[in-house]
C-alpha cells in the first residue's frame, strides 16, 4: 500500500490510515485516488502478471485434502497448484458466485473459495470499506453461508492476522448470535500481539491461537503443517481399518 501511497501527488491521509492499521480506509483512499482503470492495472500488476510459484505450505495445504478451502487472497497460486494436481477437478468459486451451496456436501468434491475475488476478476474484488460494505448487502446469501461453514465446520487458518476485518466480523457475528460454535484455531507468528489482547479476541471469535516462530521464512510453520498432513494420513489409515467412519 505504501508504495501505492508514493506516487500519489498527496498520500497523507493514506499513510496515517495505515499507521494506525487502518488499512480498509487506505485502500479506500488509494482506489479514489488511483481511479478505478489504474487501480484494477495495479491489482493485476501486483497479484497475476508476476505468475508468482507455489510454496512447499501450498502441497501441505493441498495434502490436508479438506473439503473446503477459503482464501482471502487475490492471488492465484494456490488454486493454480491444486487445478494442476488434481486435473483440473477442484472447483473454484467466490464471492459472486450463486451456485457454491452446490459443492458444499463433500464427497468428491474439494472446494476452493476465494472469498474476496480474484486478481482474474479486478473489478469484482474486495478490497476497500466500500467493497466490504457492498458486498456485504449485494452478496449476502454468501455470507451467510460463510456463517453456516462457521458453524458446522472446524476452521484452520493460515496466513490470516487478527486484524483481519471480514474474520474478525463474520466470526463475532456468529459468536453472539448463536452463542454455540466449534472451538476454530489461528496460526500466530508469536509475538503479533500481546497476551491480553488474543485473550479477548479468542473470547470474541472463539478461536484458539497457535502461536510459532516466524525465523527462516516461517520455516516452523511449514515444517508443522507438514508434520499435520502426515497424522491425518495415519488417522485416516486408522479410520480405514477399523471402519469407524
Not at 512447499?56 to 497448484?81: C, M, Q, R
Not at 490470516?160 to 476454530?184: K, N, S, T
Request: with cysteine; charged share 25%.
Amino acid at each position: 500500500m505504501r508504495g501505492c501511497a508514493d506516487k500519489l501527488a498527496d498520500s497523507v491521509a493514506i499513510n496515517g490510515s495505515i499507521d494506525e492499521r487502518d488499512f480498509l480506509t487506505a485502500c479506500e483512499l488509494i482506489k479514489r485516488a488511483m481511479g478505478v482503470h489504474d487501480f484494477v492495472q495495479v491489482v493485476q500488476q501486483e497479484f497475476q502478471q508476476p505468475a508468482y510459484k507455489h510454496a512447499k505450505i501450498h502441497e501441505y495445504i493441498y495434502g490436508l485434502d479438506v473439503s473446503v478451502v477459503a482464501s482471502p487472497n487475490f492471488d492465484n497460486i494456490y488454486e493454480t497448484y491444486a487445478s494442476a494436481v488434481s486435473a483440473g477437478s477442484v472447483v473454484i468459486k467466490d464471492h459472486t458466485s450463486n451456485d457454491i451451496g452446490s459443492y458444499l456436501l463433500g464427497g468428491e468434491s474439494r472446494l476452493i473459495i476465494k472469498t474476496h475475488g480474484s486478481a482474474n476478476n479486478p473489478q469484482d474484488v474486495i478490497f476497500t470499506r466500500m467493497d466490504y460494505a457492498q458486498a456485504r448487502t449485494k452478496f449476502m446469501l454468501f455470507y451467510e453461508i460463510l456463517k453456516s461453514l462457521v458453524m458446522t465446520h472446524t476452521f484452520l487458518f493460515i496466513g490470516c492476522g487478527v486484524d483481519d476485518p471480514d474474520i474478525r466480523m463474520l466470526f463475532e457475528d456468529v459468536q453472539f448470535a448463536y452463542g454455540r460454535m466449534p472451538f476454530h484455531y489461528m496460526t500466530l507468528p508469536r509475538g503479533t500481539a500481546h497476551a491480553d489482547v488474543l485473550r479477548v479476541i479468542s473470547e470474541l471469535m472463539h478461536v484458539q491461537f497457535l502461536e510459532y516462530s516466524s525465523d527462516d521464512g516461517h520455516l516452523e510453520l511449514t515444517g508443522s503443517l507438514g508434520e499435520l498432513v502426515e497424522r491425518v494420513e495415519e488417522l485416516r489409515s486408522e479410520i480405514s481399518l477399523n471402519r469407524r467412519w
